[in-house]
């Protein structure tokens, strides 16, 4: 039997701290190890930085989230040190500025190059758009969602044949319901400051806090729900503020002056994600801009929960309106109270059913081992080319 070649890929991402991109990093340095190859990753670090040890990663703490020219030329050099000195065989970048100085090293060391396209960036000038062509110049470019992709190839001119779509995945044993001990969700319930004798439905926002997540739609919409009948459920905002205090500051405010204060819950990290959801009644992301592929939506489906979102980008592919939730018009708080009100009137059997609908999709479609084994079939199609 043929050994099984192995490999070194260098990840490049600007911390190790929250989200999907960070996520997504840590999933390909597990699959890298288990294939018996060799996952760096050079980061500013974070929170996950144990997470992605445990995986079998290797960690290089490396300042890489610079736009100045002339740091992000430094970086350069300090990672085709990295690359040579590790005997990297990929570069792998996944952000704009330390994209740029992962490029130059690649190129220096003519290794290849990859980049996985997580977002649709704004690009309201010539320079901005030149900045972010650096994630359009990979060997070859992975975009999150069928979205992305499409806008990949619009905005920068990418031939179909460089251009790869490989969706986020979901641990699906992680984001099991049947994996949740309901001691899980109590704690849960309790840091989210709800007594136990508290019946109110949860509607679940859990996206870290920033506008265009849509956190101020959602108060806007219960108060329109809370005006037609009081109490008829609590909301709850989690998500990293990432130093944003004042965007907190003023979602409190907004609670206030719509009268909903007692009705909406801002509780900051979400650390046992699968217990908030399993928490919740109904799970909305109320996006006001596009999202590029929208994990959270997608792991709320995994749990059998249904979702409520708004109708644009990733979050349009992922939920099948109707079926697995409802899909409502960005920005409309009005539009969004309805979809909400429709699932929290559903009975118990239906909303089970429209759960478990979504869980089955994500089962087929979303999975960490289906994105763990395309990213790694680019690394090899590359290698295989080179040699």
């Known amino acids: ?20 991109v960070e996520r997504t990093t840590i999933e390909v340095a597990e699959a890298l ?14 929170r996950l930085e144990g997470e992605l040890v445990a995986a079998g990663g290797q960690f290089f703490p490396m300042a890489l ?28 970048a996944r952000s704009r500025a330390p994209a740029w100085s992962a ?9 290849p190059f990859v980049t996985t396209y997580h977002g649709v960036y704004n690009a309201n000038s010539a320079p901005k758009r030149w900045y972010n062509s650096v994630m359009a110049r990979g060997d070859v470019v992975i975009a999150n969602s069928d979205f992305t992709r499409a806008h990949v190839m619009r905005e920068h001119k990418v031939s179909a044949d460089r251009i790869v779509s490989i969706p986020r995945g979901v641990d699906l044993a992680r984001f099991d319901p049947a994996a949740i001990d309901p001691s899980r969700v109590a704690t849960m319930r309790q840091l989210w400051g709800l007594a136990p004798f508290d019946t109110r439905p949860v509607v679940l926002l859990p996206a870290r806090l920033t506008h265009w997540k849509g956190q101020t739609v959602l108060i806007e919409a219960a108060a329109i729900l809370e005006k037609e009948r009081s109490g008829s459920a609590v909301y709850v905002l989690a998500g990293d503020s990432q130093g944003r205090q004042q965007y ?17 819950k801002i509780v900051g990290h979400l650390v046992d994600m699968p217990a908030a959801l399993a928490a919740a ?14 994990r ?49 009137a559903l009975s118990p059997e239906q909303r089970k059913n429209m759960g478990e609908r979504g869980a089955a ?6 999975s960490v081992g289906a994105l763990q084994t395309a990213t790694l079939q680019v690394y090899e199609r590359l290698l295989k080319g080179r040699r």
């Open 1 to 20: 039997m043929q050994a099984k070649a192995t490999y070194t890929v260098l990840q490049v991402t600007p911390a190790l701290d929250a989200g999907g």
């Open 33 to 46: 190890t288990r294939h018996g190859s060799r996952a760096l990753v050079a980061s500013r670090g974070g």
């Open 65 to 92: 989230e610079t736009k100045n020219p002339l740091e992000i030329y430094a970086n350069a050099a300090k990672l085709a040190t990295l690359a040579r000195e590790q005997r990297v065989d990929i570069i792998h």
């Open 103 to 111: 490029l130059w090293a690649a190129r220096r060391l003519k290794l």
């Open 248 to 264: 907190v500051a003023d979602l409190h405010e907004l609670a206030r002056k719509r009268g909903v204060e007692h009705a909406v």
């Open 281 to 294: 009644t109904v799970a909305v992301f109320p996006s006001t801009d596009a999202e590029a592929f929208g």
């Open 296 to 344: 959270a939506a997608v792991e709320a489906q995994a749990m059998g929960v249904p979702v409520v979102a708004s109708n644009m980008g990733g979050l349009a592919e992922t939920i099948v309106d109707g079926d697995s939730g409802f899909l409502t018009p960005p920005g409309d708080a009005r539009r969004l109270a309805f979809a909400v009100d429709r699932v929290l």
């Open 361 to 366: 999709r994500v089962r087929a479609r979303y």
